[in-house]
Each structure stands twice: as C-alpha cells, then as structure tokens.
C-alpha cells in the first residue's frame, strides 16, 4: 500500500467552511473552496478542483443546515474529482482552532481531552471557538480512523513576555477570568516572519520581523529570532488595528459610556465594534480596492478612513520597532497587505529616518511570491510575503501524522 499523503484543511467558521485538499509531496493543492451561509435557505458551495487542470470551478446554490451537512457537501464535490474523503490517501485532517489559550503551544492530535480544553475556553472565544469543535467532531465522524489535528491561531503568540500579554488591570479578576493578550492569526504571522527570514536569506533566529497582517481581520506583531514578542490583538481578535468590519484599540470607557449614556445592551456594543466599525463604519465599505476607487474619485470619507486606518499602522510599526530595539524588515501580508500598494506606500511614508523606505517602481510590481519592495540603501527591508495559512496548517498536520514534508 502506498503511503498516504493527502492533507485536508478546514477553516470551519461561524457559517462558514473553508477547505483544501493538499498533496504534501509537494505541498500542492488538489482542491479549494468554500461553503457560505450555512444553516441559511441559500447556502452556497464554490468548489474549484486544482488538479489536472482540466475542471472547472463549480458553484451551486443550496440549503445547507449545518456543519455536518457542509462537510457532507464538501466531501461530494471532492468526490466528484476522484478526491473523495474515504481515500486510502488520506493522512489527516488539520483545523484550523481560534482559541487555544495557554494549554496548547504547539499543533496538537485532538483527544477528547483536546476537545473538552477547546470546549471550556469557549467563553474567551464565542463566536470560533463552538464552530472550530463542529468542524473537528464532524470530521470525526467521517474519518474516525484518521488523525485529527488541530492547529491553534494563538499558539505562535505564547511565548509573549508577561510584560507584553498581561493586562494593567486587577490581577486577581484578570487571573479568574483568563484576561490577557493572546493574539491570533499566529499561523500565518510564524509563517511570514520565517518566510521573510528566508526571503533575506537568513536564518529566522538571526533576524527580527515586524508582520503586518492586513487582511479583512488585521493584525500587527513583532518577532524576535523567530519568537513572537508582542502582538496587536488581545482577549479576543478586536484589539489593535483598525480592520476591515472591527474598530481595533479604543478607550474601553467608550463601552459604558455607550452603555450609560446611549443605553446599548453589551450585545449591541460587541455588534457595534465588530461588525460596524473599522472601514466599513467610517465609509461603509470594508473592502479596500472599493476604497482606493472612492479615493480617486474625490470623496472625503473614503479618504478619512483610509488615513485613519494608515495612522494607525504607522504607530503600530513605531511601536513594534521600539520593542524589538533593531528591525531586519517590516512584511506586509494577506489580502491588503499583499495587495493594496498605496497602504504600504502611506504606512512607511516619513519613517526614513528609521530607516525604512518603499520603492515606488518595485511597490507598484505584483508577483506571486515573496518579494522585497524596499530600495537597495534602506537599512530594513520591506517585503511582501503572500501569506498561506492552510499550507502550513496542512504542513503541521501532515508532520504531526507522522509524514514528512519535502516542501
Ligand atoms: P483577506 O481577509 O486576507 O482575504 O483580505 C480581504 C481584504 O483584502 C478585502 O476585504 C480587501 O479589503 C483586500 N483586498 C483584496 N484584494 C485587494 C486588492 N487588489 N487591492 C486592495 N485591497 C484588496
């Protein structure tokens, strides 16, 4: 029997589900897609077979009740492509898990033990945390034979100094409550800041890294010698920068203030900052290139919001450099970062003496890898680094399940 070397990936979601199917010969992608709007009358699945090349992306609408019946449909359309879930060429399943709190550092083989920890640290993470676990006990249920391996958005964050992860607040109520800065996106910030070690040819524990993940969530962190020092989200992913639907830091009287004077329930005020805030609250849209187009056509709020958002970017750069005391290079990454030009350009503009700069010709350039954007004299570097965060959930997997990756 040949050995298997299949990963599959779920970013299980609120009502959502992400997929893809990975060969972890080469780390290449068989399938992606999507299921949306789950538990709604018009659920829809976006199935794109990468394999072969030769089918084509497939979309239909549907009911889709749950999580079971979305990895159900997930699981039909891979069939389809001669991928199915019962393959004998299946390694492993990895998750995608929020909240891992402090218990788990690392990726980790789910038990019932795991999932009970998943489980009890729902109430710092409401609204993934309950989704993550439907994802892993469905899968569960379709593959109990297969290792399940869960790989934590938090994990690359714990080894924050105290000094950076705690709270000035009581420490007995933060301790009862588990209050502190966890931060998250940690996949895709380890994956980064080692690919920008790699990018500059060194080894990740030469250098220091400011990441900033820019996608529709955002988030800043500062790495030293591969080790993740500080971090812009908190308790939950609403702290730090301005994001595309999340207001990011303000002061928290405004919560009680709201709450006092405006009479909102603390539902309406967590529905307020992270759903209608951000972008989308300053100018109604939360899409960027939507900004960029308002931008040129001279409307004023587009502008306010894209200057506010870069504000405070810059400040989290000069944050992040005071704490880490020597930069090696700033990567911006995910859908903004990757992607929006201007928001690279505006962020670093004026901190030369800093050492940073952004090229305009190479800034402008668009590229499928990493790349550096800063001039040949800067004394950091300045890069965009494609994110991949199911790569590496699919990478830490498939090592977990006892494969080895070549890629
Ligand atoms: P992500 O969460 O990483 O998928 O990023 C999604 C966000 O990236 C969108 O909401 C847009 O704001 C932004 N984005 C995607 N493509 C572009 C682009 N070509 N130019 C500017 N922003 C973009």
Do not use: W
């Amino acid at each position: 029997m040949t050995t298997p070397t299949r990963v599959l990936v779920l970013n299980s979601g609120s009502s959502s589900v992400k997929y893809q199917l990975l060969d972890m010969r080469d780390a290449s992608r068989l399938a992606v897609g999507l299921v949306e709007r789950i538990g709604e009358s018009s659920s829809r699945v976006a199935h794109t077979p990468l394999e072969g090349g030769g089918a084509e992306r497939r979309e239909r609408t549907a009911p889709i009740a749950d999580h079971a019946a979305a990895l159900k449909a997930v699981a039909e359309e891979l069939a389809r492509d001669g991928l199915g879930l019962d393959s004998p060429e299946l390694a492993a399943i990895g998750h995608r898990v929020v909240h891992g709190g402090l218990r788990f550092t690392e990726p980790t083989v789910v038990t019932e033990e795991v999932l009970a920890e998943i489980e009890r640290l729902v109430p710092v993470a409401p609204l993934h945390n309950p989704a993550n676990l439907t994802g892993i006990r469905t899968a569960q249920a379709l593959r109990p034979d297969l290792p399940q391996v869960a790989v934590f958005d938090t994990a690359f964050h714990t080894t924050m100094p105290e000094a950076a992860s705690r709270y000035a607040i009581d420490v007995e109520t933060a301790d009862a409550h588990r209050i502190r800065r966890y931060g998250f996106h940690g996949t895709s910030h380890a994956y980064v800041s080692r690919a920008t070690a790699e990018l500059l040819g060194r080894d990740p524990s030469e250098v220091n890294v400011i990441v900033l993940h820019l996608g529709n969530g955002a988030s800043a962190s500062a790495v030293s010698g591969g080790r993740c020092v500080e971090t812009s989200m908190g308790l939950t992913p609403l702290e730090g920068l301005v994001m595309g639907t999340r207001s990011g830091d303000i002061d928290p009287a405004v919560i009680f203030h709201l709450q006092r004077v405006a009479g909102m329930s603390a539902d309406e005020i967590d529905t307020l900052l992270n759903k209608r805030s951000g972008l989308v609250g300053l100018c109604g849209d939360n899409d960027m290139r939507e900004i960029h187009r308002r931008i040129g056509e001279g409307d004023p709020a587009a502008r306010l919001a894209f200057d506010i958002y870069v504000h405070r970017l810059k400040k989290y750069i000069g944050a992040y450099y005071a704490v880490l005391g020597r930069v090696d290079a700033v990567a911006f990454t995910a859908g903004v970062g990757e992607n929006a030009a201007p928001v690279r350009a505006a962020a670093v503009a004026g901190l030369e003496e800093l050492g940073l700069a952004v090229d305009a010709g190479l800034n402008a350039e668009r590229s499928e890898g990493a790349r550096l954007i800063s001039p040949g004299y800067a004394r950091v570097a300045v890069a965009v680094v494609p994110t991949d965060e199911e790569r590496e959930i699919a990478r830490q997997t498939f090592a977990l399940a006892g494969g080895e990756v070549n890629a």
